[in-house]
Structure formats: C-alpha cells, structure tokens
C-alpha cells in the first residue's frame, strides 16, 4: 500500500508497506490567501488526519495568525492561535512549527528511546516538557524582542497506543466524537474557569492533570456553557506560551475505542458559532466543513480531525 501524504498542494510518496522512503511533516505559512480553505490530509501508521485553514477576511495583511504542525512518524498533531490581530500573531503561531518538532526530538534524544517504548508516565513527562520548552524559548524572545511579543494559545494531541493525550494552554479546544455524541475534552483557561468552584466548594486548579489528579468533582458542561455565553467577554485566556504571568498547562486523556475521532481547533473556527453542539448528531468532518464554511470571519480558523 503507498500512503500518499500531501503538503502545501503537492504530493509526497511517503512509504510502501511500512518501508519509509521520505519523512514528512506538515507546518502551516505565515500567510494565507484571504477566502480561500486550505486543506491538508494524509495518514500515519494509526491515524488518517484532516485539516482545513481559512484567514481573517477582514485583514489586509496576506497573514494569518494561526497555524499546525503534523508529526505523523509521532503521531503529533496540534494547533497554535497568534494572540492580537497583527503581524506579532503570525510570527507566534508559526513559531509553534518552527519549534516543536525540534523540542519533541531533543527530548527524545535525551529519553535514549524510542517513542513506541516510553511508558505512560514517561509520555506524560515528555508532553509537558515539550511545552514547557517552547515557553521559554518564547519567552527568551519576548526578553530580547518586547517589541515584537510572541504569545499564543496552543493544544497538542499525542496518540499513544489506545489513549488519546492532550495538553492545553489557553483556549484553543479539543473534542472528541463518540458514539454517544461530542465531548469537549479541554476547558478553556480563562476568568471563568479561575471564578469556578467544584461540588466540594473548591476552585478549579490553575492546572488539571488526569494523570496525576483523581477526576475532577464539578459540572464540566455548566461550566462550557458559559464559557460560550456571548454576554461573556471572550477571547480572554489566561495561560498564554509567551507569557509568564499565570503560565500553565493542562494534561487530559481519554481512552479510545473503534470509530472515535478527535477535532482539534482554534478560537476562531468555533467562537460565536453555535452549530458545534456537543449534543450535535454531525460527524466532525461534517462539522468541520459547516464551521469552514460559516465560521464568524473575525478570526483566523484552524480545524484538524484525526481518526
């Protein structure tokens, strides 16, 4: 079987049954021409993927201040938002796959492994030391650079034998399909979040970690929903990479099974957009191409499917 992957419109032939004869990644550009959806699939040994790109309509720049970066000999997938609408915001989104496949190789390197041979916990350490990394790579800029500030929200999915494992900083959600219907995985890292107690009368951490920490003992889709609430001011994160004050990251996991799929997005393909219900009977591919398509047009959108 030859995989054929695709990258910036041109196609790669990636491997014949398992032989690899080109390693390929996928990393977005700076710019993006207005009205137009970009669209990436392919495939890695476990996992086929789809990713559709749309700019601000209203920015006059040719830039767009989101970005991805696909790692499918690691089965890595994430999204970056670019925080503020200028140039600042494309500089910080693609910073994100400037760096990452760099950081995820160092770290393995150090690791002396091989990826398929890291337990669990090892994974987990790695994820959030990947993160940490990229903060203070942006914030070593940010020291030398405060005119040129990088900051943005960012959410990283690793496929890892049959669990899904994500980290978060920020606001950029990830959900996950099931027969059941939708869940949202992540929780956004914002003023409501901070103002939110569980049933035991406690606030919710700065950081949830599902690894380390028993469940958490709230009501996850009370709190969402407010957190959609148009009356709300939005868009307000509190945990940016860039960005020390408040810096946190968020690690979930959920255990997959047959016919699962994972939607990864920024801000802006699903803010002040009510057609991705958690109760929605839509396939995500369906979902993405509605939110594509009819996406509030203020932002950049950035959606990526995994199944």
């Keep these: 079987m030859v995989l054929q992957r695709i990258y910036n419109g041109e196609q790669f032939v990636f491997g014949r049954e398992g032989v690899e004869i080109r390693r390929m990644s996928y990393f977005g550009g700076e710019e993006l021409e207005v009205g137009k959806t970009e669209r990436i699939t392919g495939s890695s040994d476990i996992v086929s993927f789809e990713l559709r790109r749309k700019s601000n309509p209203e920015r006059k720049d040719g830039r767009v201040g989101d970005n991805y970066c696909i790692l499918p000999d690691l089965d890595v997938y994430a999204v970056a938002d670019g925080v503020s609408n200028s140039f600042s915001d494309s500089r910080s989104a693609v910073g994100i796959s400037k760096y990452l496949e760099k950081l995820w190789q160092k770290n393995l390197d150090k690791s002396g492994k091989e990826i398929s041979d890291l337990s669990l916990q090892k994974m987990h350490n790695l994820m959030l030391k990947v993160v940490s990394d990229l903060q203070e790579i942006f914030l070593r800029h940010n020291k030398k650079n405060p005119e040129m500030f990088l900051a943005t929200t960012f959410s990283m999915v690793k ?5 899904c494992l994500v980290v978060s900083v920020g606001d950029s959600p990830v959900f996950l399909q099931k027969k059941e219907g939708i869940e949202q995985i992540t929780i956004a890292q914002d003023t409501i979040r ?21 469940e958490l003992n709230f009501d996850k889709r009370n709190l969402q929903t407010r957190q959609k609430n148009p009356g709300i001011i939005r868009n307000n994160p509190t945990s940016l990479l860039g960005r020390e004050e408040g810096f946190s990251i968020d690690f979930y996991m959920r255990k997959l099974k047959d016919g699962n799929k994972i939607l990864l997005a920024t801000d802006g393909a699903v803010k002040a957009n009510d057609i991705l219900s ?3 009977g839509n396939t995500l591919s369906q979902v993405a191409d509605t939110l594509t398509d009819n996406f509030d047009g203020s932002d950049d959108a950035t959606i990526l499917i995994l199944e």
């Design 159 to 163: 496929i890892y034998e049959k669990y």
């Design 194 to 214: 901070q103002g939110t107690k569980d049933n035991d009368g406690n606030y919710l951490p700065t950081s949830i970690d599902e690894l380390d920490s028993a």
């Design 278 to 280: 958690l109760d929605s």
